[in-house]
C-alpha cells in the first residue's frame, strides 16, 4: 500500500487503515517492547504505544517513515517504562569487566590475545550444538540475567536483526555503545556455552 495515502487514510481516522497498520507492524514493535522491558511489561508499551500513534497521527510530519515513526514511539514507551520500574543501567554500570568473566583483564595478554585458547565445542556445528534444549535454556536464562540495555541490544541486533544505526536511534545510543552492548553479551553467552560444554550444565 502506498505509505502517503497510508497515512492520510490514518489522519482521517480510517479504521480499516488502523487495522492494516496494526497487522504490519504489531510482531515487531512487540519484539522492540520485549527487547527493552522485558516480557512482563511489553504487551502493556504496544498497547500505550498504539493508543499514542492513534492519538498524535494527525502531527506526523512524514520526516521519517512511518515504520521509523512507529518503532521510535514504541521504543520511547518502552524505555520510559524501564526507568518506571527503577531498572534502568547504565554503561558504567555493565558487569562485562568482573573477575572470572570473559572481559576479565586477566584473560588477556598485554596485546589483546587470550592468555589461553578458549574451548573447542563437540558438536559438529554451532547450530547442532544451539539446537541442544538444555542449552537453549542456559541461553534463555542468562538473557534474563543481562543488564537491560545490553539484552536490548543483543536482541535487536543478533536475534531480529536490526542495523546498529537503527538500534542506536532505538536505545538512544552511540554507535560505539551499541557494539560494546552486543559485544559483551555474546561474550557472556559464549561464556555459557563453554560451561555447558565443559560441565554439561548452566
Request: a negative charge; hydrophobic letters at 40%; proline letters at 2%.
Amino acid at each position: 500500500m502506498d505509505e502517503s495515502l497510508l497515512v492520510t487514510q490514518l489522519i482521517a481516522g480510517d479504521d480499516k487503515a488502523f487495522r492494516y497498520v496494526i497487522g504490519q507492524y504489531q510482531t515487531l514493535m512487540l519484539s522492540i517492547a520485549r527487547a527493552i522491558v522485558g516480557d512482563v511489561f511489553a504487551d502493556e508499551v504496544v498497547q500505550e504505544s498504539w493508543v499514542s500513534v492513534y492519538k498524535n497521527i494527525a502531527g506526523f510530519e512524514r520526516r521519517a517513515s512511518l515504520k521509523t515513526w512507529l518503532l521510535t514511539i514504541v521504543s520511547n514507551k518502552a524505555k520510559a517504562r524501564l526507568r518506571k520500574e527503577s531498572r534502568m543501567v547504565s554503561l558504567e554500570q555493565l558487569d562485562g569487566e568482573t573477575p572470572g568473566s570473559y572481559l576479565d583483564s586477566a584473560n588477556f595478554k598485554r596485546d589483546g590475545h587470550w592468555q589461553n585458547p578458549v574451548s573447542h565445542w563437540n558438536n559438529e556445528s554451532p547450530e547442532a550444538l544451539l539446537e541442544e534444549k538444555q542449552l537453549q535454556a542456559c541461553i534463555a536464562k542468562t538473557l534474563l540475567l543481562l543488564p537491560p540495555t545490553q539484552k536490548a541490544a543483543f536482541i535487536l541486533r543478533d536475534i531480529e536483526q536490526h542495523s546498529f544505526d537503527e538500534i542506536c536511534s532505538l536505545l538512544d545510543v552511540s554507535a560505539a555503545n551499541v557494539r560494546v552492548l552486543v559485544h559483551r553479551a555474546r561474550l557472556t553467552l559464549m561464556q555459557v556455552i563453554d560451561r555447558y560444554q565443559e560441565t554439561g550444565s548452566c
